[in-house]
């Protein structure tokens, strides 16, 4: 196999029974590398998203684990577009063990803080992807991660809409009136939330 300094896979041409084989993987060794691990990655949050919804619910607040639960279907969805783009470039899906959530939150105000700290670093990750893109001049993968860099933005922004939701709580004194509230308005909170691209002076 040729591989280039910087991973591209050249193509390859053998001769076995006198058959030309091709190499038809489009992405280099170290994007597909790349590309698999952030795909574990998705999973990974999806994995957090299903622990912190179970610790909700079994803390008595089942708007917040429904939102939650529907999150982590999110994160799945995310896994599954990265890995269908490394099988439609010609590379290799490696399924990875997933890792536990770390620690569960001690209570919601934890639990919001830990969902932005996830997603913001999921963000560095999703940028790392895009940098090595860049640096390999591998512009379909640049192309296919900025609907990643998009989702980020949406994803912190949602994040930080449920910590400003729990700050006018009342935060870490908030009330159990205040808390069963917010557990309620959440039940019906989108899991998507609208961007900036979206908005206009009539609609902000
Ligand atoms: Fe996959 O967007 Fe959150 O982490």
Not at 127 to 144: G, H, I, P, Q, R
Request: net charge negative.
């Amino acid at each position: 196999m040729l591989v280039a300094a910087n991973g591209m896979v050249f193509i390859l041409i053998s001769k076995r029974n006198g058959m030309a084989k091709i190499n038809t993987q489009r992405i280099s060794v170290t994007m597909n590398t790349a590309l698999n691990s952030q795909m574990t990655k998705e999973a990974h949050a999806a994995q957090i998203y299903l622990a912190y919804g179970a610790w909700a619910n079994s803390n008595g607040y089942e708007g917040i684990s429904n939102f939650l639960f529907r999150h982590a279907h999110e994160e799945r969805n995310h896994m599954m577009k990265i890995l269908e783009y490394i099988l439609d470039r010609g590379g290799k899906v490696t399924i990875e063990a997933i890792p536990a959530a770390e620690k569960l939150p001690k209570d919601i105000q934890d639990c919001f803080e830990k969902v932005f700290q996830q997603e913001t670093d999921n963000t560095k990750s999703v940028y790392s992807v895009v940098k090595k893109s860049l640096e390999e001049e591998d512009w379909a993968t640049w192309n296919f991660m900025q609907w990643f860099v998009k989702e980020q933005i949406e994803e912190e922004k949602l994040a930080m809409n449920l910590l400003d939701k729990v700050k006018i709580a009342g935060g870490d004194e908030a009330s159990d009136e205040a808390l069963y509230a917010l557990d309620r308005q959440l039940e019906r909170t989108p899991d998507e939330a609208k961007s900036a691209e979206d908005a206009t002076t009539e609609h902000p």
